[in-house]
């Protein structure tokens, strides 16, 4: 190791992710403490860290999007991002995730994490990033860090490598023994723990630690097998070497441990990330971007500040990028750079061009996206990564209290929609409604709460209104006829409709089987535009569908009858003739996929069956193992809430989609309830 403390290795970017509460915002405070880039580390109860600062998080005491800052460690910058553990904003952690260097999965020994654990090590492992197990509060650790990682294992695919053991003393930690270096540390609150000798049993237990840590290691590498075989101690550089090629190749997820709350660990941590974690060029291969082409960044985060105006946070990848570049995506021109700043939260600072393997915020890049590609060269580069948004789970209609505020209420939602593409909105035009979709309640807590606070725009929300329609079952012939004598000109329609029920999904038929002209043919497209009057309000409230409507016969007048009275007509017949037709409520029915950890299937079942779900049947989930898919036909009114079940069914993670199939009759008390709100509504 014959650099470790000298020569800088170029800038960094790691993100700081894993479980819900499992303190990441505590361990990135614990780092810009320890590297200097704020006196006193704050902590998330008093509201006093440098992530989280947004009113949202602070107020819920949780992360709701990424926070991106940059400290420099010996020499070199290094930017984090602490994404937020929430299922619900997970598209921030997923953004991010594909220009980064390595990840630090930050977590307790918690068995109802796993499931959490689990998920966040998948989008890694299939974006090929490597990853260090930060191994968290073990100030209140009850069991064995072997145990620990027996619990956890599971959620790794490769495994869980733990290279430094705890010290006991009296059931508490009160340090560690780095099994790669081989030395013993004393942890001290908030300072650089105290190397220490090592005695006794704690030596022996080192060294079968250490052995076990060699054997996976020598798993992949031949030559450190021979040498465990043969009782060979093999050289310090050698293990670091292998430690760091595992890391990367992502064979094995090396685990260190601490306490962040207490800046325990934090060096060892950054030193492993100096040492072991790739940097920009790997990156950039791995993202195919060549050394010696166009200057290339791709943005992670964009916010809207309020007083800086619109930020993309983005990595420079080759390159270097300064004020006044203009940048491309693939699609279109991206803008002017308009300033660079480095972050530390939500404080900005302006500084110079940003070069290769630089994580900084752009200023004004108007068209540019989260996920964008972004080049400086007139030939746009190739995207290096795309992540899709999960589709929405859970909606609400909103509308703005004030109706002055309708037009900001659309520009604002826009821009939280640029901030976060997992939030969707879209204008039922039935309803008049605006529905925004989101992964969840909280997800859109704090949407509303960003209207009000950011943009001061009060809200009503509302549970969106269900598409009903309704439908006849009996057929009928009905007259519709419209007369009107008031002085000089009259008016006058006559029309006998034949109205028949359709089957399902049939929509809507007109006909025309008029003989004689006893309706002239002029006038038929006006019936027709009655008729079509009539049924946009059935008699149960709603749009009437699936239904024939045949012209059979009529009478007209030669000077009264207009247009305007054979609309009047139609629009009569069939609005006399629909209550006599057994009408029927019908309401939309989705096919709903449920994916599921197993063991949690029993449950969901029976969620959908207490929904009027019908089962169809369940599958392996494909390239998860360990998961379910359960299928279903469900209502779209059992669907408004069905996430809050399914999470708390599957500690967190079980998810659905859903896509409309047909619509279904409804009939007895929740039909009743149904049209009886309607009518109150109207
Ligand atoms: N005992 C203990 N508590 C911790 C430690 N790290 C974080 N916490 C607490 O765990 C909670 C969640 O921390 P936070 O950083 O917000 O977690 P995040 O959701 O992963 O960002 C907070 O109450 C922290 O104070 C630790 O090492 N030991
Ligand atoms: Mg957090």
Redesign the pocket.
């Known amino acids: 190791m014959g650099d470790q403390e000298g020569g800088t290795r170029g800038p960094r970017c790691i993100a700081?992710v894993?479980?819900?509460?499992?303190?990441?915002?505590?361990?990135?405070?614990?780092i810009l403490a320890r590297t200097g880039a704020i006196q006193r580390q704050g902590?998330?109860?008093a509201g006093t860290?440098v992530?989280?600062a947004s009113k949202e998080a602070r107020h819920h005491?949780?992360?709701v999007e990424v926070t991106v800052a940059t400290t420099t460690f010996m020499g070199d910058s290094y930017t984090f991002i602490?994404c937020?553990?929430?299922v619900e904003f997970v598209h921030d952690m997923r953004a991010a995730l594909p220009a980064i260097d390595a990840a630090v999965v930050?977590c307790?020994a918690d068995e109802r994490k796993v499931a959490q654990l689990q998920l966040v090590m998948r989008e890694l492992e299939d974006l090929k990033i490597p990853r260090f197990l930060f191994l968290?509060?073990?100030?209140?650790a009850d069991k064995q860090v072997r145990e620990s990682l027996k619990l956890l294992q599971p959620a790794s695919r490769v495994p869980l490598l733990l290279r430094q053991i705890p010290i006991w003393k009296n059931e508490i930690i009160t340090g560690f023994v780095d099994l790669a270096l081989e030395r013993a540390f004393v942890y001290k609150e908030h300072a650089a723990s105290e190397v220490i000798n090592l005695e006794g049993d704690e030596l022996n237990s080192e060294k079968d630690a250490r052995f076990s840590m060699l054997e996976t290691l020598a798993d992949h590498d031949d030559e450190l097998m021979e040498q465990l075989l043969a009782d060979i101690p093999p050289p310090r550089d050698r293990v670091f070497d292998d430690l760091a090629k595992e890391l990367r190749d992502g064979l094995v997820v090396p685990v260190l441990i601490?306490?962040?709350?207490?800046t325990?660990g934090v060096l060892r941590l950054l030193k492993a990330l100096r040492h072991e974690a790739p940097g920009i060029a790997a990156t950039a291969k791995r993202l195919g971007v060549k050394p010696n082409g166009d200057a290339v960044a791709t943005v992670l985060k964009t916010f809207h500040t309020t007083h800086g105006g619109k930020l993309s946070v983005a990595r420079v990848l080759n390159g270097q990028i300064g004020d006044g570049v203009t940048l491309n995506s693939p699609s279109e021109e991206a803008g002017r750079v308009s300033g660079v700043a480095k972050m530390v939260g939500q404080s900005t600072e302006k500084r110079g061009p940003a070069a290769a393997g630089e994580t900084v915020a752009f200023g004004k890049l108007d068209h540019a996206r989260t996920g964008d590609t972004l080049s400086a060269g007139k030939q746009p580069h190739p995207a290096v990564a795309e992540v899709k948004p999960y589709p929405g789970v859970l909606a609400i209609a909103i509308s703005a209290k004030e109706r002055k505020d309708d037009v900001k209420l659309g520009l604002a939602l826009n821009k939280l929609i640029e901030e976060d593409p997992s939030l969707t909105m879209f204008h039922n035009p039935e309803t008049h409604e605006m529905v925004v979709w989101g992964q969840g309640e909280m997800h859109l807590r704090v949407a509303t709460e960003r209207l009000a606070d950011r943009f001061g725009i009060a809200i009503e929300r509302r549970r969106p209104t269900v598409g009903y329609r309704e439908t006849i079952k009996k057929p009928i012939q009905q007259r519709g006829r419209h007369k009107k004598q008031s002085g000089g000109h009259g008016q006058f329609g006559d029309v006998v409709l034949d109205i028949k029920p359709l089957p399902r999904n049939a929509g809507f038929v007109f006909e025309e089987k008029i003989t004689g002209g006893v309706v002239p043919r002029n006038y038929i497209p006006s019936v027709e535009e009655g008729v079509i009057d009539a049924l946009k309000h059935g008699p149960l409230g709603f749009p009437v569908v699936d239904v024939a409507v045949a012209l059979i016969d009529g009478s007209y007048h030669a000077v009264d009858s207009s247009d305007m009275a054979f609309r009047i007509a139609g629009r009569l017949g069939i609005s006399e003739a629909l209550p006599q037709c057994q009408p029927v409520l019908l309401e939309p029915i989705h096919m709903v996929e449920i994916a599921c950890p197993s063991d949690a299937s029993a449950k969901i079942n029976a969620i959908l069956s207490g929904r009027r779900g019908q089962i169809l049947g369940f599958d392996t989930r494909a390239g998860w193992e360990g998961w379910d898919v359960v299928r279903a036909m469900m209502p779209e009114t059992e669907i408004g809430d069905l996430i809050i079940e399914v999470r708390s069914a599957t500690a967190g993670v079980g998810s659905f989609t859903f896509k409309f199939d047909h619509m279904a009759e409804l009939t007895g008390k929740p039909a009743e309830q149904i049209v009886a709100a309607k009518r109150a509504a109207e």
């Open positions: 700081l894993g479980p819900f509460q499992s303190g990441k915002t505590t361990l990135l405070e614990a902590t998330v109860e860290t992530g989280d005491k949780m992360s602490d937020p553990g929430s930050v307790e968290n509060k073990i100030d209140k601490g306490v962040a709350t207490r325990n």
